[in-house]
């Protein structure tokens, strides 16, 4: 009987253990965690992303995006960096990534890094460096990002078509997703928020000028004033040209993504159904200019996604070209 109860004791304790051990992953992150390994790891992104920064602004706004495209598929494991291979179509190539940016910066970053401390700083904490960076140079908020992320060896273009929010998606969607990654309603309307910097392609949303239901028709949600200007932009079919989504401020961090929306003038569907949900439409409505408020809930917002599905400790490795496992 007695043994029986040690057993029970035992076994209690490695059922707590794991529980520890699967939450301790993102526990596992930390703020200066290269502070003894890699002292300059965070300047020399900082450096690099400037560098190209200084060159041309719209280098931050794919960084972003980076970042979280990385976090929404297997967690932020570098994986979104990872080149297909003969037998593996990687995320990198699946159809809502075909737009993504910004990989020379993570690769000029690894290079820097890899002379400084070779086998040391992960993919993953680059791009989750470089999104805060690209931020604050566009004089948004800045942030203490938790480092200690390591690279994952998986990358599969089917996950990232299942796991990325499609821009015609409606707002039950958008929270179920949101929520399937730990992420709340209302991270979802300040995430939102990254769409105040950046560009996108005329066919991320020009149904909604030409055929929203396939019956020739315009999106409801769209204002009928932005129509005229936006057609004049994107012709039906058009794949290739490009459109700012924040009109005259797409390489500045503000508030006027919320204004945009709030206008009924948010470029995407998506955008547009964070009017459709009472908490999301109450941060739209309450941070029209409210740029303190709105800086300080994206950092915290960002934190929490960086540590979406992270691998710590011995699982994962540390890469030594981004875009290749060792
Ligand atoms: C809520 C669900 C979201 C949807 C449906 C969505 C969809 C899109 C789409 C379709 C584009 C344009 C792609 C193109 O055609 O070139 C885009 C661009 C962008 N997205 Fe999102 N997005 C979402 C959330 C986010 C989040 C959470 C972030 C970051 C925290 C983000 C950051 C960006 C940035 C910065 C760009 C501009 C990229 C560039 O200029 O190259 N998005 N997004």
New binding site residues.
């Given amino acids: 009987m007695a043994l029986k109860h040690q057993m029970v004791v035992f076994l209690l304790h490695m059922a707590l253990l794991s529980v520890v051990f699967e939450t301790g992953n993102a526990a596992g992150l930390k703020v200066g965690f290269y502070q003894k390994t890699c002292p300059k790891a965070e300047s020399i992104v900082r450096q690099t992303v400037g560098g190209y920064f200084a060159k041309d602004p ?1 280098v ?6 980076l ?3 990385d976090c ?1 598929v297997r967690g932020c494991d570098g994986s979104v960096l990872l080149n297909s291979t003969a037998d593996n179509v990687a995320e990198k190539d699946a159809a ?1 990534n075909m ?4 990989f020379f910066v993570i690769d000029a970053a690894k290079a820097a890094l890899e002379q400084a401390c070779p086998g040391v700083v992960s993919c993953a904490d680059i791009v989750a460096l470089a ?1 805060r960076d690209a931020v604050s140079l566009s004089q948004g908020p800045s942030w203490q990002v938790k480092t200690g992320r390591r690279d994952g060896r998986v990358s599969s273009a089917a996950e990232a078509v299942a796991n ?6 409606e707002i039950s969607t ?1 929270k179920a ?2 929520a399937g990654k730990g992420l709340s309603t209302k991270d ?1 309307a300040v ?15 020009s149904n909604r000028l030409y055929n929203y239901t396939g019956k020739g028709d315009v999106d409801p949600l769209l204002n009928p004033k932005r129509i005229p200007e936006l057609r004049a932009q994107c012709k039906p079919g058009d794949a290739t040209t ?1 459109v700012e ?1 924040d009109p005259g401020s ?1 390489t500045t961090f503000d508030t006027h993504y919320y204004q945009q929306v709030a206008a009924g003038n948010g ?2 569907h ?2 547009a159904a964070l009017l459709r949900d009472p908490l999301t439409k109450k941060y739209v409505y309450q941070h029209v200019g409210a740029t303190a408020s709105f800086f300080r809930d ?1 950092g915290v ?2 934190v929490k ?1 960086g540590m979406t599905g992270v691998l710590t400790g011995t699982h994962g490795e540390i890469r030594k070209n981004c875009a290749l496992v060792n």
């Fill in positions: 719209t931050s706004a794919p960084l972003l995006r970042h979280f495209h929404f809502p737009s993504l940016d910004g999104a990325l929010p499609s821009s015609f998606a958008l997703q949101f979802l995430l939102s928020g990254a769409h105040t910097i950046g560009n996108s392609h005329c066919n991320s949303f490009v989504m797409a470029l995407f998506s955008d994206f917002s960002m996604m």
